[in-house]
């Protein structure tokens, strides 16, 4: 079956644009979560969904990142006023319900560049 | 310092090697532990998960958990050229499950 999706695969921008980055997940998966990976780091969290709510968003460094999850399925991640240093690969994974321990599927990620 | 600690290599083997992989993580809360494979410019895939301490084998890889140290281990035994990638250490953070990775050791089998 499909897994999780991005798009666009990449992306490069200007400093000060906006850019959007969309998440397709697994369907049926409650829960989602976005991740931003920079260049020789693993993965960290920036914020997590169940259902069409942030349960968690504890992890977006500023006020410029905003996501939204309006019917539960298809995401996006906004970010404002882009910066150099926002430069990397963003993450989204799903899980069927976003319990500890519940396995978390990744889409293959969206490399944002800004010059 | 970083809730998990990974050294990011690179690590070089020969085809056929067993390989060794290793993190060291902070929170005393951490119960779920997980490996991923990234192959370069994928998304993560899970490799092996265990809870709690003890040991978890499937097919060539073993994972490790020893609590007690805070100590994590992978083994992947008759290393291959597929299995030359970055590896990543997990453990659930938070209330809500997020994962805390390490930063991930580069692997390279030559053959």
């Known amino acids: 079956g499909a897994g999780v999706s991005q798009t666009p695969s990449n992306k490069v921008t200007e400093k000060g644009k906006y850019v959007e980055l969309r998440c397709d997940p697994i369907s049926g998966h409650t829960a989602l979560y976005w991740y931003r990976q920079s260049l020789g780091q693993g993965p960290e969290f920036l914020i997590y969904?169940?259902?069409?709510?942030?349960?968690?968003d504890s992890g977006l460094p500023n006020d410029r990142f905003f996501a939204v999850r309006p019917e539960g399925s298809v995401s996006t991640l906004k970010i404002q006023r882009t910066e150099r240093g926002d430069s990397a690969v963003y993450l989204c994974a799903s899980s069927l319900s976003g319990t500890r321990g519940d396995e978390q599927f990744f889409g293959p990620g969206t490399r944002l560049t800004v010059l | 310092q970083k809730e998990v600690e990974q050294d990011p290599g690179p690590l070089s083997v020969p085809e056929g090697a067993i390989v060794s992989l290793n993190c060291t993580y902070s929170?005393?809360?951490?119960?779920?532990f997980m490996w991923y494979r990234q192959y370069s410019r994928k998304g993560p895939e899970l490799l092996m998960y265990t809870y709690s301490s003890g040991n978890k084998e499937d097919g060539r890889f073993t994972a490790q958990v020893d609590k007690s140290s805070k100590y994590i281990s992978l083994f992947i035994r008759d290393s291959q050229p597929s299995d030359s990638a970055t590896y990543l250490c997990a453990g659930y953070g938070g209330s809500q499950g997020n994962l805390i990775f390490g930063k991930g050791t580069k692997l390279s089998v030559k053959p």
């Open positions: 969904f169940q259902g069409t709510g942030a349960a968690d």
């Open positions: 929170n005393s809360a951490f119960q779920y």
